[in-house]
């Protein structure tokens, strides 16, 4: 019988992880730790082989620049081999086998798979078939796990940076809150911290689904409506921009939602008195023409933390896969050695 995600068991060793709400402050503490752990051997500067002999299977049947490839880097780095398949153009999908069939199949090649898929629910489908623990890297408008950790991870060193936490933060969201899956997981996972304060600004149709307003309501944090972004950033601490998921809507939403111009620039920061906000955004940024997103003219404010996001993800994905693999910081550290070579760019 098919669970909720509030009925998936928590996230720990020899366990899929589908949802934030699978975790909580402990675990969230222990993924934090090992990414710390494992931050030499995300830079290549150390060379580790703990997970030497396992197989990761990667099923990408969206596009993913980021996700894919840090999941996979990040196996790789911790001494494991990577398989795999994007799209459903060059798996049996394409010959009607079910994400059941291949889930049994894939996971009896592999010790962990990774999947991210167009459906809401699909993922937790693939983990009810499979034999390995299975992570989820997006499930339609589901969720986007390992993305929220990254994000909390993030903003947890951007507020420190600043002499601040988490707890009793004010966040503004902007853009794409319907379909966006990483609002989703990020506003359920920022339920963990105490006394959030979240200030949202949507195009009409694109407004929160009223489920993640009542969880995190619930749960005791608040949410207050702004009528454009400059009102959402203003006095926050931090801003969150996302992309306006085009793949998922129909034109009439499209047509509805209105988007055009810029979601976010400097000028609006600056009207808002927000230059020096922590400016994050999942990625990949739509940089076309009138596309509605965060402008590139915010990329000199110091704030900027979109790449600290993206290197942040390997960390992060590292400490995942550990958890669900059972290897603990001390097994990280005795498979460690300084690495023969060196990388590091000489290039003016
Ligand atoms: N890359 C993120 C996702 O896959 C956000 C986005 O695509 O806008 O959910
Ligand atoms: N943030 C994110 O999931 O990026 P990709 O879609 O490129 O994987």
């Known amino acids: 019988m098919a669970r909720t995600p509030d009925q998936f068991p928590p996230f720990g060793p020899g366990r899929h ?12 503490g222990q993924i934090f730790e ?3 752990v494992v931050d030499p051997i995300a830079a290549g500067t150390v060379r580790c082989t703990v997970l030497d002999g396992a197989v990761l299977g990667s099923l990408f049947f969206e596009p993913s620049t980021r996700t894919r490839l840090s999941f996979e880097s990040a196996f790789l780095r911790l001494g494991g081999e990577v398989t795999t398949t994007t799209g459903f153009t060059f798996s049996s999908m394409a010959k009607g086998e079910s994400i059941s069939d291949t889930s049994r199949v894939v996971s009896g090649y592999s010790d962990v798979m990774v999947v991210r898929h167009p459906d809401e629910g699909s993922v937790a489908e693939f983990a009810r078939a499979s034999v390995v623990p299975v992570i989820n890297a997006g499930d339609g408008t589901g969720e986007h796990p390992s993305q929220a950790l990254l994000d909390l991870y993030t903003l947890r060193t951007e507020l420190g940076r600043r002499g601040k936490s988490v707890d009793g933060a004010t966040i503004a969201i902007v853009g794409d809150l319907k379909y966006g899956r990483t609002v989703h997981s990020l506003m359920k996972l920022l339920t963990l911290s105490r006394d959030i304060t979240f200030r949202l600004f949507s195009p009409p149709s694109l407004e929160l689904p009223v489920d993640i307003e009542r969880y995190v309501v619930e749960r005791g944090h608040r949410i207050v409506e702004a009528d454009s972004a400059t009102e959402a950033v203003a006095g926050a601490d931090a801003v969150y921009a996302t992309r306006v998921q085009r793949e998922r809507m129909t034109e009439e939403v499209l047509t509805s ?20 906000i922590i400016i994050m955004h999942p990625l990949p940024r ?21 790449f600290h996001q993206t290197d942040n993800g390997l960390r992060i994905r590292m400490a995942i896969f550990l958890v669900a693999m059972g290897c603990s910081a001390d097994a990280v550290k005795a498979a460690t050695k300084n ?7 000489d290039w003016d």
Not at 268 to 275: I, Q, R, S, V
Not at 286 to 306: K, N, Y
Not at 339 to 345: K, N, R, V
């Open 17 to 28: 992880l589908l949802s934030v709400q699978q975790l909580d402050r402990a675990m969230l």
């Open 34 to 36: 090992l990414a710390e």
């Open 257 to 276: 939602a209105n988007v055009t111009g810029n979601l976010l620039n400097r000028a609006m920061l600056h009207e808002a008195d927000a230059e020096e």
């Open 286 to 306: 739509d940089s076309r023409m009138d596309s509605f997103d965060l402008s590139t003219d915010v990329d000199e404010l110091p704030g900027l933390s979109i």
């Open 339 to 345: 690495q023969s070579w060196d990388a590091t760019l």
